[in-house]
T-cell receptor, first 114, second 115 residues
Framework: DTEVTQTPKHLVMGMTNKKSLKCEQHMGHRAMYWYKQKAKKPPELMFVYSYEKLSINESVPSRFSPECPNSSLLNLHLHALQPEDSALYLC?????????????FGPGTRLTVL | GESVGLHLPTLSVQEGDNSIINCAYSNSASDYFIWYKQESGKGPQFIIDIRSNMDKRQGQRVTVLLNKTVKHLSLQIAATQPGDSAVYFCAEKPGYGGATNKLIFGTGTLLAVQP
């Protein structure tokens, strides 16, 4: 099973709202990732968690706050977003340690900020 | 044909023909490469991977070729089908320490299969 699930599928929020995106995998992977993808562009890495600890933050604004409650779950908390933050947010997971660890992606959450 | 411009590079092929999608990667120290397929409204789907100690790897209807001399990667799809229509991304994993989980994605190519 190479499935990564994400909820919700679509999210519309105002600039003053607080919302969260959720990601789950049951492949026993110990690395999890958040990416942002704009239309017709490749995914851009935001955060990497390795063994439930934040290992990479690609200088993401503090209005995005990641959380990894356990090895299967990854959240992205959103607060005071801007319209330019509207995008497809992708979660991925992989094994840790081998040079050839493949990242498997979820279907994404389509976020619209009004 | 293939076009590059302000829009996503597009490759148009006839159903049944073979497709070749090209990718130039940036880091000569990269030692692992992946091809992903992304259909409209979906997340990237793993297709095939290759390590830098190989120059060719075959899967089901797909072949990846790696030319490290010119830092070039290609994906060949045999007998292209309408279901192959999607955006294809190559991704490289830099071979430097401290960022072993990081992938760098190419710009993507839209494959349009004409019936």
């Amino acid at each position: 099973d190479t499935e990564v699930t994400q909820t919700p599928k679509h999210l519309v929020m105002g600039m003053t709202n607080k919302k969260s995106l959720k990601c789950e995998q049951h492949m026993g992977h110990r690395a999890m990732y958040w990416y942002k993808q704009k239309a017709k562009k490749p995914p851009e890495l935001m955060f990497v968690y390795s063994y439930e600890k934040l290992s990479i933050n690609e200088s993401v604004p503090s209005r995005f706050s990641p959380e990894c409650p356990n090895s299967s779950l990854l959240n992205l908390h959103l607060h005071a977003l801007q319209p330019e933050d509207s995008a497809l947010y992708l979660c991925a997971s992989s094994q840790v340690g081998a040079r050839t660890d493949t990242q498997y992606f979820g279907p994404g959450t389509r976020l619209t900020v009004l | 044909g293939e076009s590059v411009g302000l829009h996503l590079p597009t490759l148009s092929v006839q159903e049944g023909d073979n497709s070749i999608i090209n990718c130039a990667y940036s880091n000569s120290a990269s030692d692992y490469f992946i091809w992903y397929k992304q259909e409209s409204g979906k997340g990237p789907q793993f297709i095939i991977d290759i390590r830098s100690n190989m120059d060719k790897r075959q899967g089901q209807r797909v072949t990846v070729l790696l030319n490290k001399t010119v830092k070039h990667l290609s994906l060949q799809i045999a007998a292209t089908q309408p279901g192959d229509s999607a955006v294809y991304f190559c991704a490289e994993k830099p071979g430097y320490g401290g960022a072993t989980n990081k992938l760098i994605f190419g710009t993507g190519t839209l494959l349009a299969v004409q019936p």
